[in-house]
């Protein structure tokens, strides 16, 4: 697939997830989809993305930067949320955060096939800190 309509392809996708699309979710995710080096196929992303929505109401996924040399695609995605509760093991308990996700794809079959995503937790770590009156 050329460059160009990955990042096409790719835009769709994220286009889907915010519209919180999941019936078309196969149209762009592999069946046999690995995530961070585990398969969960495609009804394991599906139920990790609706659990994502669930815990983070407000979630919108924006493209800040995609660089395409198929089959393989990085994107830095950029949110500003509101976490339910816990996220990512820490008491955002509704506070609004901005934080990145680092990912790698690779679109071997022409979908989704195997995704690799680091979150800024550090990030989120600071604004958390700076939100608490130190005790003395």
């Known amino acids: 697939m050329p460059a160009g309509k990955l990042l096409n392809v790719y835009e769709n996708y994220i286009e889907c997830l915010n519209r919180q699309d999941w019936p078309q979710l196969g149209v762009y995710v592999s069946d046999d989809v690995h ?34 040399e198929p089959p393989r695609m990085a994107s830095r995605l950029d949110f500003h949320c509101t976490p339910k509760g816990a996220f990512l093991g820490l008491p955002v308990n509704r506070k609004k955060v901005r934080f990145a996700e680092n990912v790698f794809y690779d679109f071997g079959s022409g979908k989704i096939d195997h995704v690799w995503s680091v979150i800024d937790k550090l990030a989120v770590e600071e604004q958390l800190s700076k939100s608490h009156v130190p005790r003395v």
């Open 35 to 68: 995530y961070n080096g585990t398969r969960i196929g495609l009804s394991g992303y599906r139920e990790m993305l609706e659990r994502d929505f669930h815990e983070i109401p407000d979630l919108h996924f924006t493209i800040a930067l995609l660089i395409a």
